[in-house]
């Protein structure tokens, strides 16, 4: 009887376990399911992204019990650098603005357009292993400030150029911090990124330039929308950085809050479906999904599917990436402006690379 009654109790014990992490990962998907869908069906969301997710990753870790002193301090200290390179070149570019607009505007009427367009996604999105995906951003931002474009050719402009810098950054570990952790993981050289991925990567930066020089145009009015905005102020460089932070903070949080349910139903699945599973880096920290996934007992050609799943599909929405936010959140660019280029654009290169790695290589 007393048995009995202990294996009831242990029984009961189980089901109380298994239903709390039930309603832990419904609470997890629902957190993901109200940051893919919100931004683009509430005005008020779309205005307010960053404390937006902010308040989604504060709920993550919360319902999946990952706050701890240690995360509330790496969620306080991690978006510090990048904050100050944004602070930092907002004033730069504020105080050098005309020196800056000069040298631009004599490179554009001596280069053509086409080519222009062209140079611009190449030459960041190949720099920025080299000077940084943050600041590769902020030169975009920049460039494309002072160019007399359109609002749709601006917009692509930038996206493309994102998907560039987004790429080219994962070269070398000084690029982004996925590249340093993967390298870190591999226990591989500085070079291991560009000598396995660079035959992939760097044509792809240049597809998208000739996307770019082909699908972007100038305005021809040159009294554009751009040339009579009115001067940004330093209250603006300053709460433009402040939510950068606030960004990579809430970036922070959902990536270690949404562990759980990554550890519980994405590990341990095979390559193929891995590539396509990493999508959800297109609104998660694809540092975090690289540091989780990636193990050096892995083939190349599972390692060559993680990365490049988390690389593209970083791309395709503004939380996706450091860049993305830099130039949403500088250059007022809404998730469904982003989105209606940026999803079909990343779907694309998804596709022609899955091909690419699984049935051709």
């Not at 070269?171 to 993981?185: D, Q, W, Y």
């Not at 500088?330 to 982003?338: A, F, Y």
Request: glycine share 6%; with cysteine.
């Amino acid at each position: 009887m007393i048995l009995s009654f202990q294996r009831v109790n242990d029984v009961m014990f189980w089901e109380m376990i298994e239903l709390t992490e039930n309603l832990m990962y419904g609470g997890l998907g629902l957190i993901i399911l109200l940051v893919l869908v919100l931004p683009f069906t509430l005005k008020k969301v779309e205005q307010n992204l960053e404390p937006f997710l902010f308040v989604m990753g504060l709920l993550s870790v919360l319902i999946s019990q990952q706050m701890t002193i240690g995360l509330l301090r790496k969620a306080l200290e991690e978006p510090i650098m990048i904050t100050a390179a944004v602070l930092g070149f907002g004033i730069i570019f504020k105080v050098f603005k005309d020196k800056i607009k000069g040298l631009i505007q004599s490179i554009q009427h001596h280069v053509p357009a086409r080519l222009l367009m062209f140079l611009i996604v190449v030459i960041l999105g190949l720099m920025s292993s080299i000077i940084t995906a943050i600041i590769a951003a902020l030169l975009l931002v920049e460039i494309v400030n002072i160019f007399t474009l359109n609002r749709k050719s601006e917009v692509a402009l930038v996206i493309i150029s994102c998907f560039a810098i987004g790429l080219g950054a994962a070269l070398t570990p000084i690029g982004e911090p996925l590249a340093t952790i993967v390298i870190s993981k591999l226990h591989a050289d500085f070079w291991y990124l560009f000598r396995n991925f660079g035959g992939y990567i760097i044509p792809a930066i240049i597809v998208l330039g000739l996307f770019a020089a082909f699908a972007i145009r100038e305005n021809e009015d040159p009294l554009s929308l751009k040339s009579l905005q009115e001067e940004e102020s330093y209250k603006e460089v300053i709460l433009r950085a402040f939510k950068i932070y606030l960004f990579v903070m809430a970036l922070t949080f959902l990536g270690t809050g949404l562990k759980p349910l990554i550890d519980r139903f994405v590990l341990g699945l095979p390559s193929q479906i891995l590539y396509w599973i990493n999508m959800i880096s297109a609104i998660l920290d694809n540092a975090t999904l690289a540091a989780a996934e990636i193990s050096d007992k892995m083939t190349l050609e599972q390692i060559m599917a993680i990365l490049l799943g988390l690389l593209i599909s970083g791309g395709m929405l503004i939380p996706g990436n450091i860049p993305n936010i830099i130039a949403a959140s500088k250059l007022n660019i809404q998730s469904k402006e982003w989105a209606r280029l940026g999803v079909p654009v990343g779907l694309v290169i998804m596709v022609l690379f899955y091909i690419l790695i699984f049935y051709i290589v």
